[in-house]
């Protein structure tokens, strides 16, 4: 015959596992309980038929409300309003009222440009980091405080170059932005480039690269080399080269992102 259990085993064992707390003074079968049918009742109303996917809105000043369209409805709008921009203000303007992208929602500032316009030679990047959305200044973090060494380099500061993104507003996580978001933002970033016209556009990093213009290859094969940025008249030159995020990871690049740089300054020097 086996022995009793032990009562204070057997609620230390209880507390252990949480049931620390009496409900009742009476023991319930639940499974008891989940055997028994429901009692009857009058039948449950049905929900409610599901509202209509809202569409597009035009807000004050005509602008279209687009968080709530299709990404192609999106562009379509931006194209719109970046081509009515007539100067940079403007479009810093435009940007700051257009819903077609939802990263503005979750991002804390609008990050549009640093430096000079007039300078004659335009950076571009992919999307704010951290100390970017906080401080509404692109390249002013980790990576920004090397492109600062890398103009330096070649006898330039922020005061002589310009510098943007294709995406001014700050992917959740530092992820990379979508096809969706670069797609959104590409007119403005296009109507940007044509309202600066600088002598040398250069591109840091994939996204900025192949987004501009139009290459599916990798940046390793892109960098280096000097491929026309044809959406303006006459084309721009532009140098595709290493962001400098990737060159903190990968510090060995930066001999490569070193012979971009001078090649850069060579062409800014040339007459014309």
Same mark, same amino acid.
């Given at each position: 015959?086996?022995?009793?259990?032990?009562?204070?085993d057997?609620?230390a064992?209880?507390?252990?596992?949480?049931?620390?707390?009496?409900?009742?003074?009476?023991p319930?079968?639940?499974y008891?309980?989940?055997?028994?049918?429901?009692?009857?009742?009058?039948?449950m109303?049905?929900?409610?038929?599901?509202?209509?996917?809202?569409?597009? #809105?035009?807000? +004050?000043?005509?602008?279209?409300?687009?968080a709530?369209?299709? !990404? /192609?409805?999106?562009?379509? *709008? @931006?194209? &719109?309003?970046?081509?009515?921009?007539?100067?940079?203000?403007?479009?810093?303007?435009?940007?700051?009222?257009?819903?077609?992208?939802?990263?503005?929602?979750?991002?804390?500032?609008?990050?549009?440009?640093?430096g000079?316009?007039?300078?004659?030679?335009?950076?571009?990047?992919?999307?704010?980091?951290?100390?970017?959305?906080?401080?509404g200044?692109?390249?002013?973090?980790?990576?920004?405080?090397?492109?600062?060494?890398?103009?330096?380099?070649?006898?330039?500061? #922020?005061?002589? +170059?310009y510098?943007?993104?294709?995406?001014?507003?700050?992917p !959740? /996580?530092?992820?990379?932005? *979508? @096809?969706? &978001?670069?797609?959104?933002?590409?007119?403005?970033?296009?109507?940007?480039?044509?309202?600066?016209?600088?002598k040398?556009?250069?591109?840091?990093?994939?996204?900025?690269?192949?987004?501009?213009?139009?290459r599916?290859?990798?940046?390793?094969?892109?960098?280096?080399?000097?491929?026309?940025?044809?959406?303006t008249?006459?084309?721009?030159?532009?140098?595709?080269?290493?962001?400098?995020?990737?060159?903190?990871r990968?510090?060995?690049?930066?001999?490569?992102?070193? #012979?971009?740089?001078?090649?850069?300054?060579?062409?800014?020097?040339?007459?014309?």
């Open positions: 015959m086996s022995e009793p259990p032990n009562l204070s057997l609620l064992f209880y507390v252990d596992a949480g049931a620390d707390e009496a409900i009742g003074d009476d319930v079968d639940r008891a309980a989940a055997r028994t049918p429901p009692p009857e009742g009058p039948p109303p049905s929900p409610p038929p599901a509202p209509a996917a809202p569409k597009a #809105r035009i807000g +004050a000043g005509g602008q279209t409300d687009l709530l369209g299709s !990404p /192609g409805a999106a562009a379509e *709008s @931006a194209r &719109e309003i970046a081509a009515g921009c007539r100067n940079l203000d403007e479009l810093r303007a435009a940007l700051a009222a257009f819903e077609g992208c939802a990263l503005r929602e979750t991002a804390m500032n609008l990050v549009f440009a640093d000079n316009p007039e300078a004659g030679l335009m950076l571009v990047g992919e999307a704010p980091g951290v100390e970017e959305d906080r401080q200044l692109p390249f002013v973090g980790a990576s920004g405080r090397l492109l600062d060494r890398m103009l330096a380099a070649i006898g330039r500061d #922020r005061t002589a +170059a510098i943007t993104n294709i995406v001014p507003w700050r !959740p /996580g530092n992820r990379n932005p *979508s @096809a969706e &978001e670069t797609t959104a933002c590409l007119p403005f970033i296009e109507r940007h480039i044509e309202l600066v016209r600088p040398v556009l250069v591109l840091l990093g994939a996204t900025a690269a192949g987004t501009l213009l139009g599916s290859e990798g940046i390793t094969r892109l960098r280096g080399r000097w491929i026309d940025y044809t959406r008249d006459p084309p721009i030159a532009a140098m595709p080269t290493y962001h400098p995020a990737y060159l903190l990968q510090p060995g690049q930066k001999r490569d992102a070193w #012979r971009d740089f001078l090649t850069i300054k060579r062409a800014l020097a040339e007459p014309g």
